[in-house]
Structure formats: C-alpha cells, structure tokens
C-alpha cells in the first residue's frame, strides 16, 4: 500500500497531520489530538514523511487548455499579428516535428507544470500515443486528444476515433482521452456534428477553441449568420462535458446559451493578451455565474505553463474590465484549481478526506508569503513559483523539494530534439 | 581591491571572462583569447571566483517607482475601489506604522527585490533616515524621500529638505534623496513650485505620482482647467530630471509635454490593472518616443515586487490595447532595466567596460529558457525569478546560489513586527 504521512502542516487553516493512501487523503486529523488512525500507520516501518512545519496545503492547479509538446517552438516566433504567426512561423515548424521530437516537449512541459504547481493538464495536439507515454511514465494527469482538423482527411480522424474506442493506449486512470475539433473555421458541420455523437457514444468530454478573435466571429456570422457561439450549439457541441477553449467574443445571447448548456470556459488571459485576442468578459460570466476554468494555451503564445502566472493575471485583466472588485482572489484561486478539476470528472482541487489526494506543499517563509495576513490574497498576488516545495498527484510525490527525478535528463532531450526541428527546418 | 572574475560565461551571446573591480566591469574578454588583464588576475590568492558556465550575465531591474516599506500592509486589504481601499484600510494601519517597522518592511522589500532580480528602488514614502540605513546595510541602490503631503506641515516639509541640504544621512553614493510631493491632489501650487526650486537647487530628482486615476484628471480639469500633466507643467514640476509614476490618463497634448520636457513615465502595470486605474498608452508613448521605465509601486496594491512579472504584464497590456506587436520583448526589457537606470543617473544597465557592475546570473538550464531559440524572448515572456542564480550590485555579489544574507532574520523580524502594527492596531 502506497502511504505517507504529512506531519504539522497548515491545512485548510488548521495545524494538522495528514494520512495519504491508495492516492487518497484517507485522514486529515489537527494535530495533538492523538488520532489514533495516523498513530497506527506511523509505527510502520517505512513510511514517508514530510514534515510540514512551516508550510501549507493547498490545491495545486488545473491547466484546462494546453498544447504541450508546443514548449519545442517556446520563443520561436513573438510579437506578430495571430495569422502571421501561425502561417508563416508556427505551422510551417509544426510540419516538421516528428512524434519523438513532440514527445520531448511533453516531457519538457510536464517538468515545466511541476515546478510551478500543475499537476493536470487537457492537451490538443498531435502524437497523442507518445504524448500519453510521457505522462504515463511522469505520474500527473492529462486529458489527451488528436486535434481534429477537416484538412488531414477522414482516415486520420477515424483512425483516432478507433483508437479512442479500443482505449488502445490509456496505461493508467489519470489519463483521459477528449474529442478535439480544433474549431468552427478548421472543421465543418458534419464533422461537428460527428464529434458530438462520437464523445456522446464514448462518454468522452469535448475540447475545442471558441470565439478566440473578433476575425472568428466576423467570418462565422458572415458564413452562417450566426456566433460562434450559437453555431456550436447549432451543431449539438456545447453542454456539460463540453470545455471551450478562450472564449473571449461573447454576446448576451453567448453567454446565455453557455449557461443553460452547461458548457466549461476555459479562459486563457496570457495568450489572449499576448496575441491581442481580446479581453475575456470577465465579470458578465461570473455575474451570470457561468462556469470558468483557466489554461495557460500554448508555450509559443505565452510563452510558459504557469498556472500562477494565469490566475494572477485573470484577476488583473477582469479588475481594468470590471472594476476592482471584479475576480477577487479566492474565485480566482478557485478557477484555476478546483473548477477545472470539476469540468475534468477528477475528484480534486479541495483538501477534503476521501478525495483523490492532488496538493502543493508550499513554504510559509517564503518571503512573498510574509507577513501573512491573508494566505489566500498573498498566494494569489503575490507568490510565484519558487514559494512550492512539493507537489503531490494521486498520492504521489512528482517534486520533492524542489525536485522533479531527471530533471535534467529532460532539459537535455529537449535541446537535442529543438536541435533536431531545426535541422529538419534547414536551418 | 575589491574584485571579481565570472568565467566562461554568456555576456551579450559571447562566451566571457569577466572581471569586476572596482564596483566596476573592468575587462569583458572572450573565453579563450588569454587576456593578459584576467591572466594577471586569475593568479592572485584570494580571489573570487564564480563559474559562468551554462550561465548568462544580463542586466538587473531598476524598480522605479515603489513605497518599500508597505510590505509590511501586503495582503492586509484587497479587491475594492482605489479610494475605499486607501481612506478605509491603508491609511489607518499607515498612522500606526513607527519608523522602525518601516525599517523592517524596507529590509523584507529588499529582500524581496534581490530573490527577484532588481538592484534598485525609487521608493516614496516615510520613514527615511531608517530607509538610508537598511539600504546601506543591505548593498542595493535607492533613490529615497520623505513623501510631501500639504497636511502634514510645513515644519516637516522644511525639516526634510533641510535633511536634504545638508545631506545628513546618505553613508554611501548608491543613496540618493529625491524631492517627492505625493501628488496633485494632496499638494498644492505653492508647494509645488516650492518642490522644483528645491530640485533644481540641490540638483535633486523630482518623483510624484501623476494621472493614476481617471477622478484624478477630471478634479484638476474642473479645478484648474487643465490636464493633471498640463498643470504640473504650469507649475514648473516636468522636465528631465523628473519621473512620474502611472501616468495613465494622458491627452496626445500631455504626451507632448512629457516629450518637450523630457520627462521619464514609470509604467506600473500591475497596480493599475489590480485597482482598475486603466491602461496605460502605450502604442502612443512608444510611437512618440516618450521615456519609459517600469515599477512595481507598494505591495499592498500588486501584491509583490517582482519587475520581472512588471516587465511581461507591461508586454501582456500593450499587446492588449496597442496589437500584437506593441512592446516587443527588447523594448519591454530595456524599460525594465537601462531605461531606469538612465533615469536615475546610474552607470549601469547595460553590460559594458567601465559600467557599473550591476548584473544578474541566470542559469541557462532552467526549464523556462529551454530550448532556448531567443534568450531576451525567453527571459521576458517565459521565465520567473527561479532562473537567477545570483545578483550583482556595485560589483558586490548581493544574492549567492539563491541565497541572501541573513534572510531568515529579515523573515522573523519582518514578522515580529506586522504582529507589533495589529497590536498598535488593535487587532
């Protein structure tokens, strides 16, 4: 049985010891109350312990929108227009990578999420069957699809969907497979609608990019004289194993048919910022109490996976939108980890006995934390990734002070496989 | 002597040998072209050494606009309307503040400031004489002043410039005073124009808070008719030696006066966006060539002091408003650094024989700057303060492996005393 014992740590605002088993929190007792189901387990020899004197407990993060393997084309291409970017950088590049060199950037960007506190991430990309190793062999979770594009021709996409149906590759149950159209202006109706029926048939949960720019939703209402919005649910798309990815053009009626659907946004304010998407609404979903995950996207268009970084700048970006009091930081706190793990099935993000046990210990001392008047403000303003120790997932520990096993073994594969894009590049 | 030699290091994409002295980077030579200078050096006892290699020297942030001591207030009172939060939360735990709590909550800051890479404060607040003395202490440069506000007094206003005159406190030359009226709003015209003939006549900077909010331009246009810049420029404030901080609401009139004058805007991104100020021009002010350097502004309003996070969301915001390519990475960079640098006077901000040695080490194999294609592109848009090894002020070595010294006892002091302003409190 695979157990550990956190001892005196601040968890949920009472010092206590916490008991993992079997990837669960099996007790959360305060400590000096001499429970006697923690007092059991440590006279067995062998246990693990940390010591949490010092330091806290808390949720670790979600990263509902990613392209993970993309940590290859990190600082490849920036500061130019969306089209530009993509045409004439991003998928030219992107032509050339081979699964094992995509392999590698998941890998870089799964060391990359533990150091700053994520231990899920919903992939869309390619060589999902590597990709699902990768994750398979570094203990986190991960949501994982083809992403499906009209252009790459009906034997792919059925392809996939065998695959999906056979589950011919999932190792473990922190792995999930998703349907992932890319989006409205990549695929069509029929194959829309094909998506829908096939995560219906196969209980899967739908991944797809949604009014990212105004030119998505021009170009939609021009073709189908409807949003992009309104054309998904057309299409029988949203609902509430449904996560859409950005989400930044909403109308009224939008945010309307996303309520009564039950569809996860997943907002992404890094990305949206940088490549000059648009500024997500951010306080007419939450005053419509519209359900919001957060995504750092891609690292080419971030350019990290600090989940951190993105729940601080949501709640900047919805404070200029909507005022001051707009996001405060424990929803902002809560959108980046427990509402995403809600939208995934995964039975995380809150500190509670009998739930999967997922958790950062964090350093208390940590000068950023200091004085400490409020956990929930300082961890949300003002902390960065160096105040995290540990990272727990399913019960297990992925860094231990500081630590990921291998750490630069990766780095290494990763320069070796950037090396090799280029050279495929000519360049 | 003291001195210095960083070997095998990137400095400026070349691999260096470079030798401090003086406080100064006397010879930057390429690795393996046995320069006679280093040569000489290289075999003196006692010498210092630091090993470059997979490292890169870059230069360290300039923090132009904070008030150091209100970490001492981080996390105290968040989420709420700019005025609310001030005349309700701040400024009551501010009358409870003593001089030395202030002195901690400086040293916390600068604490603080080193783990994330910045070597300078231009701080406005009180508490000054305790001030000089942490930053002497500590190593870091400073531009400090007594915060002028027409309330409290002409006998402390006299008193402070009197300070200033007779140049009572300064123990070192990275100290320099500044003539700091808070702002329009709590000083009027005759201290105002009293301000810059006691700039001008001790050779002082002049630092003020400048257009922040939009109540604040639309008060001094019902008052006096014109814009808040326009009415520091009718009072004689603007010119080259002045900075002002936010400067958010500018008229294209404005922005020709802060050009002709010559004065230096401090962006601080975070705080506007945080208590929903606006968002600051910056398509405008990049396209008319206008000064800029970044700051953090107090912790109560960001909530920390990472420039580093500053410099993105600056990017992040430009983008936002400006398009995709607005604040490129260089640009973003140079107002964190050698524009602040400039602005103060100070010989540093860019790697160079002869600068002062103010500098950074990153440690290229830090997973946020893999695999590595555009290092300045990596460093502003992907990395955090985990990449900085060690930090270099005035050719003495402030931050060693992470490590600044006796920072746990700024820790338990800064502690020590939040627990002595609830008390005085009454909390």
Avoid at 222 to 238: I, Q, S
Avoid at 387 to 405: F, K, Q
């Amino acid at each position: 049985m695979n157990r550990l014992v956190i001892s005196n740590i601040d968890c949920n605002g009472q010092l206590s010891d916490v008991l993992v088993e079997d990837g669960r929190f099996a007790r959360i007792a305060p400590v000096g109350g001499e429970d006697p189901q923690i007092a059991r387990v440590l006279r067995q020899p062998g246990l693990k312990e940390i010591d949490g004197s010092g330091r806290k407990l808390i949720p670790p993060f979600y990263n509902c929108h990613t392209h993970a393997a993309m940590t290859m084309l990190r600082g490849y291409a920036d500061d130019m227009p969306l089209f530009a970017w993509l045409s004439e950088h991003i998928w030219p590049a992107e032509a050339k990578m081979t699964h094992e060199i995509m392999y590698h950037g998941v890998r870089l960007a799964m060391l990359e999420m533990l150091k700053s506190g994520t231990v899920f991430f919903n992939d869309m990309y390619f060589g999902w069957e590597r990709c699902m190793e990768a994750v398979e062999e570094m203990g986190l979770r991960a949501a994982v699809a083809d992403t499906l594009i009209e252009a790459r021709g009906d034997e792919r996409i059925e392809g996939f969907f065998d695959a999906c149906r056979r589950n011919s590759r999932p190792g473990c149950d922190r792995i999930q497979w998703t349907v992932a159209p890319h989006a409205i202006y990549t695929v069509g109706e029929k194959l829309l609608r094909r998506c829908a029926e096939t995560a219906r048939e196969l209980d899967l949960r739908l991944h797809i990019h949604l009014a990212e720019t105004r030119q998505e939703n021009d170009d939609c209402l021009a073709a189908h004289g409807m949003t992009p919005t309104a054309w998904l649910h057309h299409v029988g798309l949203l609902g509430p194993r449904t996560v859409v990815a950005h989400a930044v053009w909403l109308s009224q009626e939008d945010m309307e048919i996303l309520k009564e659907t039950g569809t996860t946004l997943v907002h992404n304010p890094c990305s949206n910022m940088k490549l000059a998407s648009g500024a997500f609404p951010a306080k007419a979903v939450i005053d419509m109490g519209l359900n919001v995950a957060l995504g750092t996207d891609g690292t080419s268009s971030n350019n990290n996976l600090d989940m951190h970084e993105e729940m601080k700048t949501a709640a900047l970006l919805a404070k200029l939108t909507g005022g001051a009091e707009t996001l405060k930081a424990d929803e902002a706190l809560r959108w980046a980890t427990a509402n995403g793990a809600r939208a995934f099935g995964i039975d995380a993000g809150v500190l509670e006995e009998g739930r999967l046990a997922d958790a950062l210990i964090v350093n208390l001392s940590n000068e950023r934390l200091v004085p400490g008047y409020n956990f929930v403000s300082d961890w949300v303003y003002s902390a960065d990734s160096r105040a995290i120790d540990y990272v727990l997932c399913d019960g297990r520990i992925l860094m231990e002070n500081g630590r990921v096993p291998y750490e630069e073994q990766i780095i290494e594969d990763a320069r070796r496989s950037a090396a090799d894009l280029l050279h495929r590049l000519g360049k």
